[in-house]
């Protein structure tokens, strides 16, 4: 079984451009979630969504924005990028959402903004 | 509201040595534990996780984890490093509502093992 694939790998943009990050989901998992990694402020929840439904969303502005497609698949952006968005960007994918269920992370789209 | 600490941001370990990676949660409900280890340029992999079954968990790799109320601790161990243990070391608790019934994982800083021949 495939994991959790995550597109592209690496990202470089400037100040003030959008980027939009792609995740595949572990095949028949449902939920996906969002985690942001920086040096400073470590790994930070962004948004969680289930069947298409965002859940449950992450202390970050408006910038950040995702959604997720019927077939589980997910995308996240950012618009109007900013210096300090420069991260490891995180998909992480569940069969179900709850607060026991096991996470499988995928490599990751490490974003580095000019 | 739910948060972690994990003491130590660098641990330093001899090849055979016992591991000990220390964290300490707050949690206005029962929590829900994870250990996640992440290798350079990898995303995170589960260790292990405490769900209230055990006070013992044991996981993957040899690790295991005990969940300490009366401490609020959920310390991870192993009894003999080898050098592919070399990795950060993340302690996580779910940030969940008693009825929830969504992911959402609160992470602390990390811990990275250097494991020394």
Redesign the interface.
Known sequence: KAG?TQTPRYLIKTRGQQVTLSCSPISGHR?V?W?QQTPGQ????LF?Y?SETQ??K?NFPGRFSGRQFSNSRSEMNVSTLELGDSALY?C?S?L?????????????TQLSVL | AQSVTQLGSHVSVSEGALVLLRCNYSSSVPP?LFW?VQYP??????LL?Y?SAATLVKGINGFEAEFKKSETSFHLTKPSAHMSDAAEY?C?V???KFS???????????TRLAVHP
């Open positions: 959790v939920s979630s985690y470590g790994l930070q929840f969680e289930f859940r449950n992450g995180l992480a569940s179900v959402a709850g607060p026991e269920e096991k996470l499988f992370f995928g490599s990751g | 829900y996640y340029n990898q995303g995170l992999q589960l996780k769900t993340f996580a779910s940030d969940h929830g019934g969504y992911n959402k994982l609160i992470f602390g800083a990390g």
